[in-house]
Nanobody
């Protein structure tokens, strides 16, 4: 059974960094694209970044440009989201989602989700 588990969230001060991990089990990660989404209180879930099975990346949110990067380690069945220069607007629950092969343009096409990890940026 396909399972995704996020970790690495927490409380960080503005300007700080966090690295989130998404560990996959029950399927071969190398055949899948993994996307990171986030949902702030009272807002819709929005895409952040995605990495396809061949390593191509897709940026969903302009607000994370030059601050967030996505990478994958298939040997560890893990995809990472490195977040730098965090600001309070980045506060949200962060989710990873899996889909075969390539990234898709909207969240509605992703059907396999993790449970999320909370990121809070506050002084």
């Amino acid at each position: 059974q396909l399972q995704l588990v996020e970790s690495g969230g927490g409380l960080v001060q503005p300007g700080g960094s966090l690295r989130l991990s998404c560990v996959a089990s029950g399927f071969t990660l190398s055949y899948y694209a993994i996307a990171w989404f986030r949902q702030a209180p009272g807002k819709e879930r929005e895409g952040v970044l995605c990495i396809s099975a061949n390593g191509d990346t897709t940026k969903y949110a302009d607000s994370v440009k030059d601050r967030f990067t996505i990478s994958r380690d298939n040997a560890k069945s893990t995809v990472y989201l490195q977040m730098n220069s965090l600001n309070p607007e980045d506060t949200a629950i962060y989710y990873c989602a899996a889909i075969p092969s390539r990234c898709r343009p909207t969240r509605y096409e992703y059907h396999n989700w993790g449970q999320g990890t909370q990121v809070t940026v506050s002084s």
